[in-house]
């Protein structure tokens, strides 16, 4: 895990003697290494450097993912929120891969293409059957 027990606690304002949600605290750091990375579409293991650590903004971004979840622990709030700006999505975005998008558009583009010849290949066929039977 690329960010500590100890690190989240004194970011959600949790006292370090109060071992009562560590196993909870323990379980939202591990979901928030998971969507960070999904949301990036990289391996954190590839933005290691030397000593194993990854950049500062993914592990603020993490923290910022503990902290929601940690204070509502419901997928409905009953209060007025608002997302605070340049918070998760900006620091996410600094090491977002889009290259994913782009293969996305590639294969998308294999099959409009292939559906394009699939079409010219019917046209073909039917050119054929009238210059055949006229």
Request: aromatic share 8%; charged share 35%; hydrophobic share 30%.
């Amino acid at each position: 895990m690329y960010i500590l027990l100890e690190d989240a606690k004194q970011h959600i304002n949790v006292d370090e003697a109060f071992r009562d949600d560590d196993i909870y605290i323990t379980n939202l750091i591990d979901v928030a290494e998971k969507i960070v990375e999904k949301d990036i579409d990289t391996s954190l293991k590839g933005l290691e450097d030397e000593d194993g650590d990854i950049p500062s903004p993914l592990k603020q971004a993490m923290l910022l993912l503990v902290g929601n979840f940690y204070a509502n622990r419901e997928s409905v709030a009953y209060t007025n929120m608002v997302e605070v700006p340049k918070s998760y999505q900006y620091l996410i975005d600094l090491y977002k891969n889009y290259r994913g998008v782009d293969k996305q558009k590639e294969r998308y583009l294999k099959c409009k293409l292939y559906q394009n010849k699939k079409a010219n290949q019917t046209s073909d066929e039917d050119n054929n059957d009238i210059n055949d039977n006229g």
